[in-house]
């Protein structure tokens, strides 16, 4: 049974920094294609990152470049997303996501998704 | 970046109604169309991806279709458990991106 559970979400300050972790199981996780998707409350969902199976090529939406950064543990089946800089609408559930599979820079579909952790920024 | 409009954003139908939601995409995206289904403090679930392909262990009432510019899924026989909200989602290419929602509630 895949398994996906994130921590490290709470209330922040703006300007601030948290860092989500999303631990995995039930799958051979060095093989998946991994992303974070957020929704605001009572709004639609927000693709925010992906990063390839071999850590090495990520992804990002144009509203968290150059504040957040997508990197994975392969040795500890984990998922992280650094948040930097962050601010009010950066509030929001934070879903760490599996992809059936990503190649030649198109992924196939988003298959297994966690709870979500919810992150509030304010003063 | 590619944006994918979705319409219509809710929609009140019937137990036993055809429902047809579309997506239209920005730009060519082949057939990298897919489609999920998310209830209120639920996390999203995989329908149909690649345009037409159900995800396994869905009801064969779900179904997809398109390729290009132009998407569909389709809801037959609506069920009471299929009132929730819908969202399109093109993979082809990064930033993925997700379209608005689509909102299906009973009549």
């Known amino acids: 049974q895949v398994d996906l559970v994130e921590s490290g979400g709470g209330v922040v300050q703006p300007g601030r920094s948290l860092r989500l972790s999303c631990a995995t199981s039930g799958f051979t996780f060095r093989s998946y294609s991994l992303h974070w998707v957020r929704q605001a409350p009572g709004k639609g969902l927000e693709w925010v990152a992906l990063i390839l199976s071999d850590g090495n090529s990520k992804y990002y939406a144009d509203s968290v470049k150059g504040r957040f950064t997508i990197s994975r543990d392969n040795s500890k089946n984990t998922l992280y997303l650094e948040m930097n800089s962050l601010r009010s609408d950066d509030t929001a559930l934070y879903y760490c996501?599996?992809?059936?599979?990503?190649?030649?820079?198109?992924?196939?579909?988003?298959?297994?998704w966690g709870q979500g952790t919810p992150v509030t920024v304010s003063s | 970046d590619i944006q994918m409009t979705q319409s219509p954003s809710s929609l009140s139908a019937s137990v036993g109604d055809r429902v047809t939601i579309t997506c239209r995409a920005s730009q060519n995206i082949r057939t990298y169309c897919n489609w999920y289904y998310q209830k209120p403090g639920k996390a999203p679930k995989l329908l149909i991806y690649?345009?037409?392909t159900s995800q396994s262990g869905d009801p064969s009432r779900f179904s997809g279709s398109g390729s290009g510019t132009d998407f569909t899924l389709t809801i037959s026989n609506l069920q009471p458990e299929d009132f929730a909200t819908y969202y399109c989602?093109?993979?082809?290419?990064?930033?993925?991106?997700f379209g608005g929602g689509t909102k299906v509630e009973i009549k």
């Open positions: 690649a345009a037409s």
């Open positions: 989602q093109q993979s082809y290419s990064a930033p993925l991106t």
């Open positions: 996501a599996r992809d059936l599979f990503c190649g030649g820079g198109s992924c196939a579909g988003i298959d297994n």
